[in-house]
């Protein structure tokens, strides 16, 4: 297995400082950064839900909701969570959970909204394998 390098703070994310203990300010900060890196859409809106699309074992898309920890996994990838450390260094950090809970406890108003769209398609194909 070959371990990954840490993401460099200047790859183009927006940078969110995960010390930010204003939780209305980091969390919309948070939704900016996702709806903003997701074009073309991968997260969607189904019902109130945040919702991605995976394939199951029969390799039929499905809707999945996001998790604490799918959301973690989304909003790394989207964003560069930083801290500053006693030397005033910024050192990379993990996307918060008090932060990913308060984005799960939104509604996803931002998120693409043809997940109706998806899931008829979803009926479709999973009728037609």
Not at 12 to 28: F, H, M, S, V
Not at 31 to 59: C, H, K, M
Request: hydrophobic fraction near 35%; charge should be positive.
């Amino acid at each position: 297995m070959q371990l990954l390098k840490p993401k460099p703070l200047d790859s183009g994310l927006p940078k969110i400082d995960a010390d930010n203990q204003d939780l209305p300010r980091i969390t919309e900060e948070a939704w900016n950064a996702l709806i903003n890196a997701n074009v073309p859409p991968s997260l969607f809106r189904y019902g109130d839900q945040a919702t991605r699309i995976e394939t199951n074992d029969g390799d039929a898309p499905v809707p999945k909701s996001l998790t604490p920890d799918r959301f973690r996994y989304e909003m790394a990838r989207r964003a560069d969570f930083y801290k500053v450390n006693k030397d005033g260094r910024i050192k990379p950090a993990l996307p918060p959970m008090y932060v990913i809970r308060d984005m799960l406890a939104t509604r996803p108003t931002g998120l693409a909204q043809r997940v109706s769209n998806v899931s008829h398609r979803l009926s479709v194909l999973n009728r037609l394998t």
